[in-house]
């Protein structure tokens, strides 16, 4: 079992930054994947960025040169740095692990980028 906790969420300008963190406990050690997904108003969740275990990263089109994610040297904390947001990245952003074939979820942060 994976726990995930989001934070840093908020109401930004467009063109301003923010980092989000999510923070894993539990069975830390089997995870193989982490990353974010987004979801808009009526719109599925997809994927925004991930990255591997093996410290291997992946960024959906839209947000490439702008977010960048990063781990911590225990790799239990994730963190999004996203820079020149724009109203299209108004989402509830969600952090993702997978973890022995398993899917796991944090409760996700509302980003709204809005002047």
């Known amino acids: 079992q994976v726990q995930l906790v989001e934070s840093g969420g908020g109401l930004v300008q467009p063109g301003g930054s923010l980092r989000l963190s999510c923070a894993a406990s539990g069975s830390i050690f089997s995870i193989t994947a982490m990353g974010w997904y987004r979801q808009a108003p009526e719109k599925q969740r997809v994927l925004t960025a991930a990255i591997t275990s093996g410290g291997s990263t992946n960024y959906a089109d839209s947000v490439k040169g702008r977010f960048t994610i990063s781990r911590n040297g225990a790799r239990n904390t994730v963190y999004l740095q996203m820079n020149r947001l724009k109203p299209e990245d108004t989402a509830v952003y969600y952090c993702?692990?997978?973890?022995?074939?398993?899917?796991?979820w944090g409760q996700g942060t509302q980003v709204t980028v809005s002047a």
């Open positions: 993702h692990a997978r973890s022995r074939g398993d899917d796991y």
